[in-house]
Nanobody, 131 residues
Framework: QVQLEESGGGLVPPGGSLRLSCKAS?????????????MGWFRQAPGKDREFVAV????????YHADSVKGRFTMTRNNAERTGYLQMNSLEAEDTAIYYC???????????????????WGRGTQVTVSS
């Protein structure tokens, strides 16, 4: 069974930082090189649609970040640990949401920002930015 497990969420004041982790496990990540998977982060605030935050491609690791987080958030990955990370700095109240990790293979660049392009999802971790 394929699993993605997020961790690292919590309550932080405006201007603070958090580091989210997404650990991959299961048959698919054992049978194929984890390096070939594209990993993405999305978030969903109450009453809003799930939105793209950041993505890192496999086999080279090109990254893309949403304009709303560019310069504040950075996505990285450690293939040996089968883990993706999202470093979030200068957090704002508008960043409050449930953050979801996603993974997929053979994604084309034009599809990276769309949740429907991904095959696997974690259950999410809550990030709350409040004083």
């Amino acid at each position: 069974q394929v699993q993605l497990e997020e961790s690292g969420g919590g309550l932080v004041p405006p201007g603070g930082s958090l580091r989210l982790s997404c650990k991959a496990s299961g048959v698919s990540f054992d049978s194929y090189s984890f390096n070939s998977y594209t990993m993405g982060w999305f978030r969903q605030a109450p009453g809003k649609d799930r939105e793209f935050v950041a993505v890192i491609k496999g086999n080279g690791g090109a990254t893309y970040h949403a304009d709303s987080v560019k310069g504040r958030f950075t996505m990285t990955r450690n293939n040996a640990e089968r883990t993706g990370y999202l470093q979030m700095n200068s957090l704002e109240a508008e960043d409050t949401a449930i953050y979801y990790c996603a993974a997929g293979r053979r994604l084309i660049t034009s599809s990276l920002r769309f949740p429907s392009a991904y095959d696997y999802w974690g259950r999410g971790t809550q990030v709350t930015v409040s004083s």
